[in-house]
């Protein structure tokens, strides 16, 4: 059977906060002469510093205008401008810096690899003594010692929370940028907020909470850190206990990410028998707090969001539609209302990673790509030159024996606290979260609440892939139990698949509808896989499928999840004219000249599947009256062409599943020839 690839994991990570720029600071304007830009840009080097401030302030403002104003401030060496003025002896210069830094990072992703090569994590690093000891006068409100204390605690939340924000993105733009962080040691930094979580303002905690995310997810010189400060770890479990406040919700969150990615650490500092105590017991503990933050109505969130901007109240930016506040205005209530949701759905993102994560617990390590060196000697003539009748039964053998591998205890499955959460807790959560909104989720105007629009999507998609990833670990479970207990529900999550993916199809054609219908077909496959026999049908759910491959046009990952998901449907049996039209329907793929080979290693791994027994009902009428065998036959030499065209080196995976899909052609071309004997 063809394997569906599961969700891979990424970085965890909320929509980008960097987007999220101080009131007053984003703002609709013309373009700006270049005979304008310059005098600014040299008065960061006046001898006044407030003129130095008042020029990093105003390149902030054009830095978020338009593109043409950042290329022009760009092409005059603004980055290094700025960076220079990082080591400024005026604080104000240095916050106001920094807060460009930030915005220009917003609007210019790119522009980080700049920041790098430009050296800028050695002012930033000299900056970090005096963002700490500001800090710890402010926690302990310590008498002030001048003005100038004055003025720095005043302003210390918005310099540390810029200052984090763009470490964090540093982090996030390369591994080996990571690496470089790395050796700052900024985790006792930013451990810092979150232990004072209480005293600091949440937007803060939030940054500090994300950037050690991405610090610690799958970067082993972190640990050693926690391990040496287990207070860190209890300082964690202490946020989750006391997650009663409504505006501390993604802090919680926040938490658990960390402690999941540092669970090998969480378990060296706890008094758990085994690793298995240790992961269950931190599930314990995650779910909860997971499960209680899926607790928000995006359908009621959507429409409070269109008539905020209905409302007339809210000002948009010209080029992208985003709400940008009036220049040194606070935000109105409606502005601040689609904030809210903007943080709502960011923290469903996450949380709907952290779950999709948790059902992936356990999996066998992925391949990791490279060849033994007996295979690397054998050299690309290896397999599709060397398989034939005489050998074919070896390959046969052990086919069978990784088949009838089974692990699992049925009563133990019924006894799991994270199957039972899953199955009665999340998964209708998943369901509702994964529901279009009939306003914001697919707008004909995207520009109408674009920010939104986006949270939503990304949510829907999210609770997509964590249900693909539930639904594909239940498929793994011995006897495959939950289909079996909970039918009714696997078919009710089928036919709201067919449903919903219908709804968003007939929207306007965008690259996150196109993902979330794709997520849609691969929870099908893993659906169908498990209900087998008890798929309930509908009359168009094959030609919706088949019209989808064809809509893929070269999307190959698409393609190859739409003939998974047909496997199961043509299995079933009493329907011998559904399989003749999806047998058909491969064949044609088969024989498709210029096909893709992963499309055409799944098709074959389709008729392995569904024609593996002459008992099935419709085994006679379709395979052996339609001449299938003879096909295939007639199909080696090009199936055996395409094999060796796979550069082994360059695409290990694809040969390897190549080389499989081969072995197992002329095995079932030998036993289909003598099974009816």
Same mark, same amino acid.
């Given at each position: 059977?063809?394997?569906?690839?599961?969700?891979?994991?990424?970085?965890?990570?909320?929509?980008?906060?960097?987007?999220?720029?101080?009131?007053?600071?984003?703002?609709?304007?013309?373009?700006?002469?270049?005979?304008?830009?310059?005098?600014?840009?040299?008065?960061?080097?006046?001898?006044?510093?407030?003129?130095?401030?008042?020029?990093?302030?105003?390149?902030?403002?054009?830095?978020?205008?338009?593109?043409?104003?950042?290329?022009?401030?760009?092409?005059?060496?603004?980055?290094?401008?700025?960076?220079?003025?990082?080591?400024?002896?005026?604080?104000?210069?240095?916050?106001?810096?920094?807060?460009?830094?930030?915005?220009?990072?917003?609007?210019?992703?790119?522009?980080?690899?700049?920041?790098?090569?430009?050296?800028?994590?050695?002012?930033?690093?000299?900056?970090?003594?005096?963002?700490?000891?500001?800090?710890?006068?402010?926690?302990?409100?310590?008498?002030?010692?001048?003005?100038?204390?004055?003025?720095?605690?005043?302003?210390?939340?918005?310099?540390?929370?810029?200052?984090?924000?763009?470490?964090?993105?540093?982090?996030?733009?390369?591994?080996?940028?990571?690496?470089?962080?790395?050796?700052?040691?900024?985790?006792?930094?930013?451990?810092?907020?979150?232990?004072?979580?209480?005293?600091?303002?949440?937007?803060?905690?939030?940054?500090?909470?994300?950037?050690?995310?991405?610090?610690?997810?799958?970067?082993?010189?972190?640990?050693?850190?926690?391990?040496?400060?287990?207070?860190?770890?209890?300082?964690?479990?202490?946020?989750?206990?006391?997650?009663?406040?409504?505006?501390?919700?993604?802090?919680?969150?926040?938490?658990?990410?960390?402690?999941? %990615?540092? +669970?090998?650490?969480?378990? /060296?500092?706890? @008094?758990? !028998?085994? &690793?298995?105590? *240790?992961?269950? #017991?931190? %599930?314990? +503990?995650?779910?909860?707090? /997971?499960?209680? @933050?899926? !607790?928000? &109505?995006?359908? *009621?969130?959507? #429409?409070?969001?269109?008539?905020?901007?209905?409302?007339?109240?809210?000002?948009?930016?010209?080029?992208?539609?985003?709400?940008?506040?009036?220049?040194?205005?606070?935000?109105?209530?409606?502005?601040?209302?689609?904030?809210?949701?903007?943080?709502?759905?960011?923290?469903?993102?996450?949380?709907?990673?952290?779950?999709?994560?948790?059902?992936?617990?356990?999996?066998?390590?992925?391949?990791?790509?490279?060849?033994?060196?007996?295979?690397?000697?054998?050299?690309?003539?290896?397999?599709?030159?060397?398989?034939?009748?005489?050998?074919?039964?070896?390959?046969?053998?052990?086919?069978?024996?990784?088949?009838?591998?089974?692990?699992?205890?049925?009563?133990?499955?019924?006894?799991?606290?994270?199957?039972?959460?899953?199955?009665?807790?999340?998964?209708?959560?998943?369901?509702?979260?994964?529901?279009?909104?009939?306003?914001?989720?697919?707008?004909?105007?995207?520009?109408?609440?674009?920010?939104?629009?986006?949270?939503?999507?990304?949510?829907?998609?999210?609770?997509?892939?964590?249900?693909?990833?539930?639904?594909?670990?239940?498929?793994?479970?011995?006897?495959?139990?939950?289909?079996?207990?909970?039918?009714?529900?696997?078919?009710?999550?089928?036919?709201?698949?067919?449903?919903?993916?219908?709804?968003?199809?007939?929207?306007?054609?965008?690259?996150?509808?196109?993902?979330?219908?794709?997520?849609?077909?691969?929870?099908?496959?893993?659906?169908?896989?498990?209900?087998?026999?008890?798929?309930?049908?509908?009359?168009?759910?094959?030609?919706?499928?088949?019209?989808?491959?064809?809509?893929?046009?070269?999307?190959?990952?698409?393609?190859?999840?739409?003939?998974?998901?047909?496997?199961?449907?043509?299995?079933?049996?009493?329907?011998?004219?559904?399989?003749?039209?999806?047998?058909?329907?491969?064949?044609?793929?088969?024989?498709?000249?210029?096909?893709?080979?992963?499309?055409?290693?799944?098709?074959?791994?389709?008729?392995?599947?569904?024609?593996?027994?002459?008992?099935?009902?419709?085994?006679?009428?379709?395979?052996?009256?339609?001449?299938?065998?003879?096909?295939?036959?007639?199909?080696?030499?090009?199936?055996?062409?395409?094999?060796?065209?796979?550069?082994?080196?360059?695409?290990?995976?694809?040969?390897?599943?190549?080389?499989?899909?081969?072995?197992?052609?002329?095995?079932?071309?030998?036993?289909?020839?003598?099974?009816?004997?």
């Amino acid at each position: 059977m063809g394997k569906q690839p599961t969700r891979r994991r990424g970085n965890k990570q909320t929509v980008n906060p960097l987007k999220r720029v101080s009131a007053g600071i984003q703002q609709a304007m013309g373009e700006v002469e270049e005979d304008k830009v310059l005098p600014l840009i040299a008065k960061l080097n006046a001898p006044n510093a407030a003129d130095r401030a008042w020029s990093a302030s105003c390149i902030s403002n054009l830095v978020m205008a338009n593109e043409s104003t950042r290329k022009l401030l760009l092409t005059n060496r603004i980055v290094v401008s700025l960076i220079e003025r990082l080591t400024d002896d005026n604080q104000e210069v240095i916050e106001e810096v920094l807060g460009t830094l930030r915005n220009l990072a917003s609007v210019e992703p790119t522009i980080v690899k700049e920041y790098y090569n430009r050296d800028i994590l050695t002012p930033l690093a000299a900056l970090l003594p005096r963002i700490s000891h500001t800090l710890d006068l402010v926690l302990k409100n310590a008498p002030l010692e001048d003005d100038t204390d004055k003025e720095r605690r005043q302003t210390i939340w918005d310099f540390a929370e810029n200052f984090i924000y763009i470490i964090w993105t540093i982090s996030e733009t390369s591994d080996h940028y990571l690496k470089a962080i790395n050796r700052l040691n900024l985790i006792n930094f930013f451990i810092s907020f979150l232990s004072a979580a209480d005293q600091c303002p949440t937007r803060v905690v939030v940054a500090a909470g994300q950037c050690l995310t991405t610090l610690t997810e799958d970067n082993k010189d972190i640990y050693i850190e926690f391990q040496n400060h287990p207070e860190y770890i209890n300082m964690l479990f202490d946020i989750l206990n006391n997650s009663n406040s409504p505006d501390k919700v993604l802090v919680s969150v926040l938490a658990c990410a960390i402690l999941m %990615n540092v +669970k090998e650490v969480v378990q /060296l500092s706890g @008094s758990w !028998d085994d &690793d298995r105590d *240790a992961l269950g #017991e931190l %599930n314990k +503990k995650i779910i909860p707090i /997971l499960v209680a @933050s899926l !607790d928000y &109505d995006i359908q *009621a969130a959507a #429409e409070k969001s269109v008539a905020a901007v209905q409302s007339g109240n809210v000002t948009k930016h010209e080029e992208t539609g985003e709400i940008t506040p009036k220049p040194k205005q606070p935000l109105v209530e409606e502005e601040r209302y689609i904030q809210s949701v903007e943080d709502r759905l960011s923290t469903l993102q996450l949380s709907l990673e952290l779950l999709a994560d948790i059902c992936l617990q356990g999996e066998d390590s992925e391949e990791d790509g490279w060849a033994d060196e007996d295979d690397e000697d054998m050299g690309d003539e290896n397999l599709a030159d060397n398989i034939n009748e005489d050998n074919i039964d070896d390959y046969l053998q052990d086919a069978a024996a990784l088949n009838d591998n089974t692990n699992g205890n049925t009563e133990l499955l019924n006894s799991n606290p994270v199957m039972h959460a899953f199955t009665y807790q999340i998964f209708p959560q998943l369901i509702r979260l994964a529901t279009p909104t009939p306003t914001l989720s697919f707008p004909a105007d995207p520009t109408f609440c674009p920010t939104v629009t986006l949270g939503l999507s990304l949510t829907h998609q999210r609770s997509l892939e964590c249900i693909n990833n539930f639904l594909l670990a239940m498929n793994d479970v011995p006897s495959k139990i939950w289909f079996k207990e909970h039918v009714s529900d696997a078919q009710q999550a089928w036919q709201w698949l067919f449903q919903t993916a219908h709804q968003i199809g007939s929207c306007t054609a965008s690259e996150s509808r196109d993902s979330i219908l794709e997520v849609m077909v691969g929870c099908l496959w893993s659906l169908g896989r498990g209900l087998g026999q008890n798929i309930p049908l509908g009359s168009t759910d094959v030609a919706t499928l088949c019209g989808a491959y064809q809509s893929a046009n070269r999307d190959s990952s698409m393609r190859v999840k739409v003939i998974g998901c047909l496997g199961p449907i043509a299995a079933k049996q009493g329907d011998i004219e559904t399989n003749k039209m999806i047998g058909q329907f491969i064949m044609d793929i088969l024989c498709d000249s210029n096909g893709n080979p992963e499309v055409k290693i799944e098709a074959l791994n389709f008729l392995y599947d569904v024609y593996s027994d002459c008992e099935f009902d419709y085994d006679e009428p379709v395979f052996v009256h339609g001449g299938y065998l003879n096909q295939l036959k007639q199909l080696v030499p090009s199936i055996r062409s395409m094999v060796k065209s796979i550069d082994r080196r360059k695409q290990f995976d694809l040969r390897s599943r190549a080389d499989e899909a081969l072995t197992n052609l002329v095995a079932f071309i030998k036993y289909k020839t003598t099974e009816r004997r």
